[in-house]
């Protein structure tokens, strides 16, 4: 199996804003990534802060590290990001409450 990981730093309010980007929307089904073949899960968490910088991590299981390379290079998901790009004229600035955004892979081994 495979897990991403994906953190964000956010200045103190603003971990909504990375919630809204990626939780479910109630009256849409599921999403490109979750009817890839390979797909396991996806959670969001939200650090327990009462003041100051927000984290939120967002953790993404695949069956295996092929399914997710299909995953990347699928029609989908590249048309997606050409549409940001489109949408900005450009690659889409970082918004001005990211502090840091880092990302890793990690094979499960037990």
């Known amino acids: 199996m495979l897990v991403q990981i994906r953190k ?3 200045t103190e309010g603003n971990a909504d804003k ?3 980007r990626f939780k479910k929307k109630p009256d849409q089904g599921p999403s490109l990534i979750e009817q890839r073949e390979g797909f396991i899960g996806r959670e969001l968490l939200v ?3 009462r003041r100051g910088e ?3 991590l967002m953790i993404v299981r695949w069956e295996s590290e092929e399914a997710w390379k299909a995953w990347e290079k699928s029609p989908e998901h590249i048309a997606g990001h050409k549409n940001k790009i ?3 004229g450009g690659k889409p ?3 001005e409450y990211v502090i840091a955004m880092e990302h890793g892979s990690y094979t ?3």
């Open 47 to 49: 650090k327990n802060v």
């Open 18 to 20: 990375i919630l809204e």
């Open 108 to 110: 499960v081994v037990e």
């Open 54 to 56: 927000e984290e939120v």
């Open 8 to 10: 964000w730093t956010v």
């Open 86 to 88: 489109k949408e900005h």
């Open 93 to 95: 600035p970082q918004p």
